[in-house]
């Protein structure tokens, strides 16, 4: 039996488990925390530090196949373990250009993607000195994760927000639509994509607020995001699940915002939207297996379970059981012990397919179920 591990054990990971039991395959977690969300689905978890050279050579040796739930693992080992022939997901050398905001914005011009232009700043003196690149956004080079580490920067009163630093600020680009599609490359870079996503978010918390699949989009804009994100993934040349975040401004221009060399949230609603889950997949693609159907069987969409504002401590769903008398909802809490605000406790996802259904049902959720806390 093959020998997988996961580095990283959140959400991603756990449902990363839960399609491994389908499968015959051994699985190892490592993560600092013995009670995340995936420590008791593996056979195997192992307490360690997930960006420390060593732990993640000592765990990652004597496995087969290697993948990431999260971007801020040690590169350096997981370049040995490519060295000894463990088979990681994503490779190595496309997780280097991805893992940092400059190289990754350097790779798209290089290659020809379209994204929005830029420039390096290494503190807040040169912002200040490129004040005319205004309105912009200001993103940290290493470390930012789900809008921590980006920085809207619309007139020169905000340079102050900005970041003292190695950062990138790209102009803004005049947002309609946020769009994600999910590409699966296998072995022999064959390809499958997945009908490309709408997501919705919340300005606020920058937080997902929902999401819709697939998308609602002129065809030109439909086709020009598929060309786009393949054309990502073809570029990066590694296997693996790969999730490219798009813009359509208001001109229907397609612009790539960031690629996420791993499953991501906006494929969720894979698990039963779709023939073969973005999970499921990469099970495939790990095991070498003949990839899976991307189709849909019904239209989907997503509502995230955040934790409420002004509750920390253990986590109470409230208004649960009424969510889950509804027809054709999936629930899925990720099993985190405690609550905090703006914290990501769960999905729930809508199958219709009535559209009007989806933002019916989506709304009446975001106004039923709230992650508290008693304490
Ligand atoms: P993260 O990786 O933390 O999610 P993103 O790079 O996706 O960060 O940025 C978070 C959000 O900021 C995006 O979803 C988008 O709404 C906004 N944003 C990012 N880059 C730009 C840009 N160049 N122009 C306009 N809005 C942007």
Redesign the pocket.
């Given at each position: 039996m093959k020998k997988a591990g996961i580095l990283g054990g959140g959400q991603l990971g756990r449902m990363l488990l839960q399609s491994a039991a389908n499968y015959p395959v051994e699985t190892f977690v490592m993560e600092n925390d013995p009670f995340c969300p995936a420590a008791h689905l593996c056979k195997h978890f192992i307490v360690g530090d997930i960006r420390n050279y060593d732990d993640v050579l000592n765990f990652g040796k004597d496995l087969d196949v290697l993948t990431i739930e999260i971007e801020s693992v040690n590169l350096e080992a997981l370049e040995e373990l490519e060295r000894l022939g463990v088979k990681v997901y994503p490779r190595p050398e496309a997780l280097r250009i991805i893992k940092n905001?400059i190289l990754q914005k350097q790779f798209y011009k290089a290659q020809g993607i379209p994204t929005?232009d830029?420039i390096i700043t290494s503190g807040l003196r040169d912002l200040e000195a490129h004040q005319s690149f205004l309105?912009?956004?200001h993103?940290l080079a290493l470390g930012?994760?789900?809008?921590?580490?980006?920085e809207?920067l619309r007139k020169k009163e905000d340079i102050s927000k900005g970041f003292d630093e190695l950062a990138v600020l790209?102009?803004?680009?005049?947002?309609k639509k946020?769009i994600a599609v999910i590409i699966a490359v296998g072995e022999n870079c064959e390809t499958v994509i997945y009908p490309p996503v709408d997501?919705v978010?919340d300005?606020r918390l920058?937080l997902l607020n929902y999401q819709l699949s697939p998308a609602d989009l002129p065809d030109k804009v439909f086709w020009k995001a598929e060309a786009i994100a393949l054309k990502v993934v073809k570029d990066l040349k590694s296997p693996g699940i790969f999730a490219v975040?798009l813009?359509a401004d208001l001109d229907d221009n397609v612009?790539v915002?960031?690629t996420?060399p791993r499953v991501h949230n906006s494929g969720h609603h894979t698990i039963e939207a779709n023939y073969s889950s973005q999970f499921d997949m990469l099970w495939r693609i790990m095991m070498q297996y003949p990839l899976g159907n991307t189709d849909h069987i019904l239209p989907a969409a997503i509502v995230n379970l955040i934790g409420e504002k002004g509750h920390s401590g253990p986590a109470v769903y409230e208004g649960l059981e009424t969510v889950l008398e509804m027809d054709n909802v999936f629930v899925h809490i990720y099993g985190k012990e405690n609550t905090r605000p703006g914290r990501k406790m769960g999905h729930i996802t809508i199958l219709s397919n009535e559209r009007q259904e989806l933002l019916h049902k989506a709304n009446q959720i975001r106004h039923t179920i709230r992650v508290i806390s008693k304490d």
């Open positions: 905001k929005s830029f309105p912009a956004v993103k930012g994760y789900d809008g921590k580490g980006v809207l790209e102009k803004m680009v005049d947002i946020e997501m978010f300005q920058n975040e813009f612009w915002n960031e996420a």
